[in-house]
């Protein structure tokens, strides 16, 4: 379901196809698959605050080892950021997320310890939408 926002633009406070943020589109996932309402209105377009973990951790299941489907709580910039996890070719995870950065769009990259280096990025939790099995 992530991978058919691939390529939308992003646009703080999004919620659909002609523009979405990094918590928009984890909240669109989660309706759009029934599984959860999970939409947070009320941040900044820097959102430095814990309000993005804090509204996980009400309505979603944390994880340790985080799974595709599971999504990811990061810090950089001082900012927080949201991506959803997928199954990387070859291996490992991929990170789908609506990107502030050029190019400024819904974008698939592996997820590891390379690019969290590269992005100055440090990983802060991983949830699960309740009712997903990993």
Do not use: N
């Not at 058919?4 to 928009?24: I, T």
């Not at 789908?96 to 400024?104: E, L, V």
Request: proline share 4%; charged share 30%; with cysteine.
């Amino acid at each position: 379901e992530a991978r058919k926002w691939y390529g939308v633009r992003w646009k703080h406070q999004g919620r659909d196809r002609d523009g979405v943020d990094c918590v928009g589109l984890p909240g669109e996932i989660g309706r759009s698959l029934g599984l959860i309402d999970f939409d947070i209105r009320d941040y900044s377009r820097f959102a430095t605050d814990e309000q993005m973990l804090e509204a996980c951790a009400e309505r979603l299941i944390r994880v340790k080892e985080p799974q595709p489907g599971d999504m990811g709580v990061l810090r950089y910039d001082g900012s927080r950021h949201m991506v959803i996890f997928g199954d990387y070719p070859g291996g490992g995870l991929s990170a789908i997320h609506a990107y502030s950065r050029a190019p400024r769009r819904v974008v698939e990259h592996r997820f590891d310890a390379g690019w969290l280096a590269s992005e100055g990025a440090v990983w802060l939790a991983s949830f699960r939408f309740p009712g997903v099995e990993a």
